[in-house]
């Protein structure tokens, strides 16, 4: 049999499951119909925002957003979604 290799967080998991540690869910399809409604609430996006920022600001989000991957005002409102859930804090 071929020897699957674990990254560490899939390891921590794996021990868990086999100390008996993690246990499903009473009711699964109720728990995934939760959780899909939750995701669905979570990502759509139900409101337009027009913000006037300087030329440099705007180059600097999208030069961030380019080394992630992602499309600058996606970037833009994930930064703001995570100040206002706490994740992400000022430098004092």
Do not use: C, F, W
């Not at 030329?55 to 409102?77: C, D, F, R």
């Amino acid at each position: 049999m071929k020897k699957i290799h674990l990254d560490k967080e899939e390891q921590e998991l794996y021990d868990s499951i086999e100390r008996g540690e993690l246990r499903s869910v009473p009711s699964l399809k109720k728990e995934i119909r939760r959780a899909k409604l939750a995701a669905h609430n979570h990502l759509r996006k139900n409101k337009r925002v027009n913000i006037r920022i300087s030329e440099s600001v705007l180059e600097g989000i999208q030069e961030k957003a380019m080394e992630n991957g992602i499309p600058y005002q996606t970037y833009m409102s994930s930064i703001l979604y995570k100040y206002v859930t706490g994740k992400l804090a000022e430098k004092v």
